[in-house]
């Protein structure tokens, strides 16, 4: 570490911090080294953003795997090294200025749309790929707030907002090279030549006029673009774009990489530090096959001839197909056997065992047909499309994993846009790979196969490259307009294109959406959103860690009918144009629903989490920003009505009575959940403080998981032995109404009077009723209105800014107090996955020593297994008959009080 | 094969005084091997002379050995699709009577004879029946190797080089043979890591062989042969087919990646045009195209594979190969790219008839044998073994029949 620091800072002066992380990264190899060094580079640079969201990929080591200690010591250090790389922030600052977030910090307009950033083009000679990269503001939060978290976390960084995980997207987007006029009417549509910031930011223009291209395309189209959008292509090497794409898509993007053998998609989790060295087995006409050893550090060591330019030129020799995907698309009907030798042919059905060849084994592709006295017209097309893709893809498998061999690459990754997720090609490779090895080898594909060049190109960015996106660990998991168009050519939702031109660009794209929604042929199932309640339950019965099952009938419908349209359409005031977005919203989500139904891979692996935070995303990609906003806001206010009588009752209690008696009433009122079918019926039927008095009554100890003693012991201590208070707890927290306010508030109250600092932990984007990041502060705010402790840790967690305790009298009060802040989780899920947190959770994760993870979301589907080196507490009701037998082998509204000591 | 003109060779007429004693079979999936002893007519070496002679053949073990034989192996081959014609040419030769009619017994034992290659199980019943003889199958593998040994061995100037036109012989030590590569070519591609006298394993090969060359261009091209597709090969110019380097990268090389513009980065890629036709192509275009992708593939794989194994040599043999020049160039200089110039394709003057050599080494020789034990020796050898004087040239594919002597211990 102090090598890599001394080596950075005598490096830094010459070239900007960008390119410097390259080069470091290419000295030094791993990615923990570049992180750190990166923080370093940021730091001089004077932008604290990146160093957060570095921190944040730190720290979350420490929640998941509790290695954190270790991981941590290079960010301690660094906060003191920082002042002494000060002098040199002049320099490094120059360097960085097309930073667009720093040089225009005004960025933070409120309710602008996306501000699109980056494009990146990879122009082939059938398909051009896009990808561009979007990064949302939208909201603009209290910034003092933040600041006095940050200040309070130790992370003071002036003016400079930090994103939430949710913050940016890449986009993939797909067109023919020979529709080309549609891609250039996209980009102009999106404005996406000039960084998507033209309008309001006129001089940006001359920095984002070039756009990073590779492909053959990028030379033959360079007329064109200039001539029609005014940019100029910046040429990138190809194969140096290839490399890039596919290391960024490797170490950044879970499930991205997949094995898949007889029709089976296993997803392969790779440690990124431990990625190099593969091989690289890029088929497109020909075939390239690249050793790969570090970021930038390549050699093509092989290739063959025999690739897909073989398989469409001889395929167009043989059959009258028109297309690829027309020949590709026969070959799933086909039967080679009707034009391969198998070697069961030559032995009359006999395996020559003695060498280990079955009797199916194609001893001779095609040759049958030199037997047979039939003409090429007698043949089927089927069949000889399926002869030759299985002889090209069992070639380009073989050569593949004798180079492997040779070099002795441990993996090999095959793209290009031979495969195109063809199911019967990835077979036939993995099987050559593995018929070859003898089981040794593995053939992998990558999910974004057909963008690697794209993204490759994308990186090539200076100032906006893979270092940061690397770290933001920022995908566009559900991509929204895919359904429509099976995935193929366009994006985003935005019909037709080639319209564009007879009208203005104000048009919305909504409206489109919604004439294109209907044309729809999806096996959709309409019926359920015509009339539904909305919501339906957790039926599924995952637990934390199941993945959805690969066959499509695993898909329980309880889950796929998770439409919220009516709350949603309700939360905009139920007005026209929310009707239509809503219908839209259905539409969507059912079809995509409907494609993971057919093809529960299509998005990588999804839990039960990535279900629920796709209809999320997808209730956002709406424009229904929140869409339980009003049933929030009614339950925070009928809670905190009653919370001053809660408070003082609880007072009344001894030590252990309130303990018991606060974390029953997390438990009981952890039941308000509009995420439960269960409990929505019981919403349905009766008043919020009846349900609510309902479940305190089932609170009957013990519990069905019941640690409450040792937590208490922990808490309380014993008779002999006095327990210290905790210093820092962190409470994730689930639903709004009750359960905020009547549950975790209380315990909150309890930690703080304890003299332990409490972190509330929300969701940085709305996701059912769950209570957001952004509310938190105000729910505070009125509940401190009645209780002095909490109107005292708020004030010093900098929640309540107000200039009438603003005197030096209370100020001194304050500082008597621990604080209580507020941090936002990053996610927009009612589950979190903590290896994807935001980097003020990161950071305030670090001090941490206790964690309190409330509900069925965070501490059921998720987490519930996962091991902490603090102390843990898991509290929630079980709302799912299903669910309650599969975990716990109880039943519905059952509780699960779980403490794990730090381990 | 053009079979008239293997009905014209002089050793297969039967009013000459050449008589065949032995045969052995290898039947494979597109064309049948023949190969058979002739005894030269009026030479018969006795004891006497065997020692003045300078064919006396000094053993390791300092035993001698003496001719006591002389005569010819000839090769033949048919399509395996006109199998009937090879059963006619081994009816009206008696070959499988040891060509002696006058040693023909009616209603005698069928008589056994060696024979490789699937076909050997495939046709068993029809050699029964038509001709009576039972086929004695031999591991195909087996003998392969047994005929790539014996030929390599025993045979002057077997294996040569081809590059750029240039053929040369290349000498081998009888004692530095091993281990090699041995490429068979036939309708698929056996490749096979050859240690020493029956000690080999199959290492790999690939399907895309002599079978996919002939079964697509009879596909691609209205040939009717095998012959008459390598034919048109020569003829042809790929660049109108194949996708080269210099295509994509507007006449330049790739040279950071090491590839010439006239490389190709995709066979048939060009072929991918709108609104060109098959029937818009030459065929020897198609042809030539065809051929440089899989001597090409074969090529590579195989070097490959010899790099794999750390074998020094790679033999490619197979029918798929015919002598023809270009093939054999395409392969060589498919190896030389692929290594780096460090390895060199080799190949066999008699690459068609490997199994059929090695099965007929796998007999016991009976037939010469019964010839010996009646005409020459008191007592029937026990071991019999052969050496070659000469390679009498007759075809300019493969069939040339070598001049040998026979040895017994």
């Not at chain 1, 029609?228 to 774009?241: A, I, N, P």
């Not at chain 1, 065992?353 to 040759?367: E, H, Q």
């Not at chain 1, 014993?718 to 639903?735: E, I, Q, W």
């Amino acid at each position: 570490m102090v090598d890599a620091n001394s080596k950075f800072t005598c490096l830094v002066p010459r070239t900007g911090p960008v390119t410097k992380f390259r080069e470091c990264r290419r000295q030094f190899g791993g990615v923990r080294e570049a992180v750190w060094l990166v923080l370093n580079l940021y730091k001089m640079a004077g932008s604290f953003e990146k160093e957060q969201e570095v921190l944040g990929i730190i720290e979350e080591k420490k929640l998941e795997s509790g290695e954190g200690d270790r991981d941590m010591a290079p960010a301690a250090g660094n906060s003191i090294h920082r002042s002494g790389s000060r002098p040199q922030l002049d320099v490094s600052k120059a360097e960085i200025q097309g930073n667009v977030e720093e040089k225009y910090p005004t960025i933070l307009l409120p309710n602008q749309s996306d501000d699109l950033s980056h494009l990146a083009l990879d122009i082939g000679g059938s398909l051009i790929k896009l990808v561009y990269f979007s990064r949302r503001e939208n909201q603009s939060a209290d910034d003092k707030r933040k600041k006095s978290v940050k200040e309070r976390l130790g992370l003071s960084n002036g003016n400079r907002r930090s994103f939430p995980i949710l913050g940016g997207r890449l986009h993939f987007v797909k067109f023919e090279t020979r529709k080309i006029n549609e891609c250039l009417d996209f980009i102009h549509s999106k404005q996406l030549h000039c960084g998507g910031l033209e309008s309001r930011y006129p001089d940006v223009t001359d920095q984002n006029g070039i756009i990073k291209a590779t492909g053959g395309g990028a030379y033959k189209y360079a007329d064109l673009f200039k001539e029609r959008l005014g940019v100029s292509l910046d040429k990138e090497d190809e194969m140096d774009c290839l490399v890039a794409g596919a290391n960024f898509l490797l170490k950044a993007i879970r499930h991205e990489a997949f094995t898949h053998m007889e029709g089976q998609k296993e997803f392969v989790q790779i440690d990124p530090n431990d990625l190099f060295p593969y091989l690289l087995v890029n088929i497109g006409s020909g075939v390239s096959m690249i050793k790969v050893v570090g970021d930038g550090k390549f050699e093509r060591i092989s290739g063959t001839n025999v690739g897909g330019g073989t398989y469409w030129g001889l395929g167009r020799l043989l059959t009258k197909c028109k297309s690829f995907d027309e020949l590709l698309e026969l070959s799933q009907k086909g039967d080679n056997r009707t034009m391969d030798m198998l070697v069961g042919d030559i032995y009359g059905g006999l395996d020559y065992s003695k060498i280990g060849l079955s009797a199916s084994t194609i001893a001779s592709s095609f040759g049958k047909t030199i037997s047979e006295k039939k003409e090429l017209e007698d043949y089927r097309p089927e069949d000889i499309s399926l002869s030759l893709l299985r002889m090209i893809s069992y070639n380009i498998g073989q050569i593949a994993y004798l180079n492997a061999l040779r070099f002795r690459l441990k993996r090999i990754f095959f793209g290009g846009f031979f495969i195109r997720g063809h199911a019967y090609t990835m077979d036939t490779i993995s099987f050559a790979v593995q018929f070859w090895s003898n089981g040794e080898a593995q053939a992998m594909f990558l999910r974004h196969e057909g963008f690697l060049g794209a993204l490759g190109a994308f990186m090539s960015y200076e100032k906006h490259g893979l270092d940061d996106l690397m770290v933001h660990q920022l995908v566009e998991r559900f991509p929204m307009g895919a359904p429509y168009t099976g995935g193929k050519i366009h994006g985003p939702p935005l019909g037709d294109l080639n319209e564009k031109a007879k009208v203005s660009l104000q048009i919305s794209w909504m409206e489109k959406f919604l004439q294109k929604g209907t044309e729809i042929t999806a096996p959709v199932p309409t019926t359920p959103l015509a009339g539904t309640t909305g919501l339906g339950g957790f039926e599924v019965p995952l637990s934390k860690g199941s993945t959805l099952r690969s066959d499509a009938s695993a898909l329980n419908v309880g889950v796929l009918h998770l439409v919220p349209t009516l709350e949603a359409v309700a939360s905009e005031g139920g007005t026209d144009d929310a009707q239509r977005r809503g219908d839209a919203f259905a539409h969507a989500f059912s079809a995509h629903l409907a494609r993971l139904m057919e093809e529960p891979a299509a998005y990588g692996k999804l839990g039960l989490a990535n279900l629920l935070e796709m209809r999320e995303e997808c209730l956002r990609e709406f424009q229904f920003v929140d869409a339980y906003r009003s049933i929030k806001q009614r339950e925070n206010e009928a809670s905190l009505a009653v919370l001053p009588d809660l408070l003082v009752e609880l007072d009344s209690m001894d030590e252990e009575t309130r303990l018991l008696t606060l974390i029953e009433g997390v438990l009981a009122a952890n039941i308000f959940d509009w995420g439960s079918r269960a409990c929505v019926d019981l919403y349905h039927k009766g008043t919020i403080i009846e349900i609510y008095r309902m479940s305190r009554n089932k609170m009957r100890r013990p519990w069905r998981v019941d640690d409450f003693d040792i937590f208490k012991e922990r808490m309380l201590g014993t008779r002999d032995k006095k327990m210290p208070h905790h210093k820092r707890a962190l409470l994730f927290v689930d639903n709004s109404g009750a359960d905020i306010v009547l549950g975790m508030l209380p315990l909150a109250r309890e930690l703080l009077r304890r003299g332990t600092e409490v972190v509330l932990v929300a969701n940085s984007l709305p996701a059912l009723n769950d209570v957001t990041a952004m509310e938190l502060p105000d729910i505070v705010a009125e509940a401190a209105k009645h209780c002095d402790i909490l109107r005292r840790a708020a004030e010093a967690g900098g929640l309540l800014v107000d200039a009438m305790i603003n005197t030096s009298d209370s100020s001194k009060q304050n500082s008597s107090s621990v604080p209580l802040m507020v941090v936002e989780n990053g996610c927009g899920s009612p589950c979190i996955d903590l290896r994807q947190v935001s980097s003020e959770l990161a950071a305030a994760a670090k001090d941490a020593d206790l964690i309190i993870l409330e509900g069925m979301g965070r501490a059921l589907h998720t987490n519930l297994n996962a091991r902490f080196k603090c102390d843990a507490l898991k509290l929630a009701m079980v709302k799912n008959q299903r669910l309650a037998e599969k975990l716990i082998k109880g039943n519905i509204y059952d509780c699960i009080c779980k403490y794990e000591p730090a381990s | 094969m053009d079979l008239r003109k293997g009905q014209i060779e002089p050793i297969l007429d039967p009013n000459q005084s050449t008589y065949v004693y032995h045969l052995a079979l290898d039947i494979g999936g597109s064309l049948a091997k023949v190969v058979y002893f002739t005894k030269d007519d009026d030479y018969f070496v006795d004891s006497e002379e065997g020692i003045s002679n300078k064919k006396a053949l000094e053993k390791s073990n300092g035993s001698r050995q003496y001719p006591v034989l002389n005569g010819r192996l000839n090769f033949k081959k048919f399509e395996t699709s006109k199998i009937n014609d090879c059963l006619e040419f081994i009816n009206s030769m008696k070959l499988h009577f040891g060509g002696n009619q006058e040693q023909e017994i009616p209603g005698s034992q069928p008589i056994a004879v060696k024979a490789t290659g699937g076909g050997a199980y495939k046709y068993a019943d029809l050699f029964k029946e038509r001709l009576g003889i039972i086929l004695d199958k031999e591991d195909e593998m087996d003998c392969l190797v047994a005929g790539a040994n014996f030929l390599l061995e025993v045979v002057h100037q077997e294996a040569f080089t081809y590059m750029g036109d240039q053929k040369q012989f290349v000498q081998i030590d009888q004692n530095d043979l091993y281990p090699y590569l041995l490429v068979n070519i036939g309708s698929g591609v056996g490749m096979i890591k050859v240690e020493g006298e029956g000690k080999f394993e199959r290492v790999s090969g690939t399907s895309i062989g002599g079978g996919t060359f002939w079964g697509l261009g009879k596909l691609l091209t209205n040939c009717k042969s095998f012959d008459e597709l390598l034919e048109l090969s020569y003829r042809g110019n790929n660049r109108a087919v194949d996708m080269l380097v210099g295509d994509i990268y507007g006449g330049m090389d790739y040279s950071k990646i090491g590839l010439s513009s006239t490389a190709i980065a995709s066979s048939f890629g060009k072929a991918i045009s709108d609104n060109r036709d098959r029937e818009d192509y030459k065929p020897e275009d198609i042809a030539r195209s065809l051929l440089r992708m899989i001597s090409n593939n074969i090529g590579q794989i195989s070097y490959l594979n010899a790099l794999r194994f750390g074998l020094k040599r790679i033999f490619f043999g197979g029918f798929f190969i015919r002598r023809h020049p270009f093939t054999m160039d395409t392969l060589s200089v498919a190896v030389n790219f692929w290594s780096k110039g460090e390895a060199k394709a080799m190949f066999l003057r008699h690459e068609g008839f490997l199994g059929a050599v090695g099965a007929f080494m796998s007999s016991d020789k009976h037939g010469l044998k019964e010839l010996l034990a009646n005409q020459v020796v008191q007592k029937a050898p026990s071991k019999l073994s052969f050496a070659v004087d000469k390679i009498i040239h007759g075809q300019p594919d493969g069939d040339e029949s070598i001049e040998c002597s026979v040895y017994a211990a």
